[in-house]
């Protein structure tokens, strides 16, 4: 589903990215981690194309993102880290209008947007002004308009947070459901226990370069002889030592949160 081959972006002198090589298959929810300024986000957009890459390739089914752009994000549903919604319309309008931008016709957007309302919980709340939504609502609108016009792949960054528990539990089932559909989910988060649970591979970024990529279990295997958790992955990869200290501290002697 995304091919990504040699990617970099530069701004100036830096290398934000440095070449950045990665598949992901069709069928499968894939995490991006790392710590900020690693590259996540640049990287992301450089896939999802709202950012042009300095040098290397993005695929997104077939599809060259250089050659045809708008073909690719015809078949991209994206959520950023900082979703901007207009506050001033109804839940119901703003998905009329994100189904617009996709190409929908009215007939097909009416329909489809009451069932994401529906199935997120926001049928009493579709024809309400988007400005009384708390933060969790505003939320499941946001995913609900990244599906609206049924793309193949969903690219999420950072979508747990200032989620409440059930929130949280119904996004992790939607990406499941949506990845044993046959369709694909990029997904970056910090959340390592999240990424561990729903998550068949992840990739490791560290100062714009992958330092591994693999299932979780193959990364605990590799990475800490099979005993250890993703948390234990990441910070061997990328932690620094005092990172690696305060967790210890945080820690009893059986490995577990005191």
Same mark, same amino acid.
């Given at each position: 589903?995304?091919?990504?081959?040699?990617?970099?972006?530069?701004?100036?002198?830096?290398?934000?990215?440095?070449?950045?090589?990665?598949?992901?298959?069709?069928?499968?929810?894939?995490?991006?981690?790392?710590?900020?300024?690693?590259?996540?986000?640049?990287?992301?957009?450089?896939?999802?194309?709202?950012?042009?890459?300095?040098?290397?390739?993005?695929?997104?089914?077939?599809? =060259?993102?250089?050659?045809?752009?708008?073909?690719?994000?015809?078949?991209?549903?994206?959520?950023?880290?900082?979703?901007?919604?207009?506050?001033?319309?109804?839940?119901?309008?703003? &998905?009329?209008?994100?189904?617009?931008?996709?190409?929908?016709?009215?007939?097909?957007?009416?329909?489809?947007?009451?069932?994401?309302?529906?199935? !997120?919980? &926001?049928?009493?709340?579709?024809?309400?002004?988007?400005?009384? !939504?708390?933060?969790?609502?505003?939320?499941?609108?946001?995913?609900?308009?990244?599906?609206?016009?049924?793309? &193949? *792949?969903?690219?999420?960054?950072?979508?747990?947070?200032?989620?409440?528990?059930?929130?949280?539990?119904?996004?992790?089932?939607?990406?499941?459901?949506?990845?044993?559909?046959?369709?694909?989910?990029?997904?970056?988060?910090?959340?390592?226990?999240? /990424?561990?649970?729903?998550?068949?591979?992840? /990739?490791?970024?560290?100062?714009?370069?992958?330092?591994?990529?693999?299932?979780?279990?193959?990364?605990?295997? *590799?990475?800490?002889?099979?005993?250890?958790? *993703?948390?234990?992955?990441? &910070?061997?990869?990328?932690?620094?030592?005092?990172?690696?200290?305060?967790?210890?501290?945080?820690? =009893?002697?059986?490995?577990?949160?005191?």
């Amino acid at each position: 589903m995304i091919k990504v081959t040699g990617l970099q972006k530069r701004y100036g002198r830096f290398t934000a990215v440095k070449g950045v090589d990665l598949e992901v298959r069709r069928g499968e929810v894939f995490g991006f981690l790392g710590p900020n300024g690693a590259g996540k986000t640049t990287t992301m957009k450089m896939v999802a194309g709202l950012l042009k890459p300095s040098a290397g390739s993005v695929v997104i089914n077939g599809i =060259d993102t250089s050659v045809d752009p708008v073909a690719a994000k015809k078949i991209i549903g994206y959520i950023p880290d900082r979703p901007y919604l207009y506050e001033r319309l109804t839940g119901r309008e703003f &998905l009329a209008f994100v189904g617009g931008v996709y190409g929908m016709s009215d007939e097909a957007i009416a329909p489809r947007a009451t069932e994401l309302l529906n199935l !997120y919980g &926001l049928a009493h709340f579709g024809d309400e002004l988007v400005e009384s !939504y708390s933060h969790g609502m505003k939320q499941r609108l946001t995913l609900a308009a990244a599906l609206l016009h049924s793309p &193949l *792949l969903l690219i999420i960054d950072e979508p747990m947070v200032g989620l409440d528990p059930a929130g949280a539990k119904l996004i992790k089932q939607v990406f499941r459901s949506f990845a044993d559909d046959g369709k694909t989910v990029f997904v970056s988060t910090h959340t390592l226990e999240v /990424a561990e649970a729903i998550c068949d591979r992840v /990739a490791i970024i560290d100062k714009g370069e992958i330092a591994t990529m693999g299932t979780v279990d193959d990364l605990k295997e *590799l990475h800490t002889e099979g005993g250890g958790r *993703l948390e234990d992955v990441f &910070l061997k990869l990328v932690g620094s030592p005092d990172e690696q200290a305060v967790i210890s501290v945080l820690r =009893d002697d059986r490995g577990v949160r005191a």
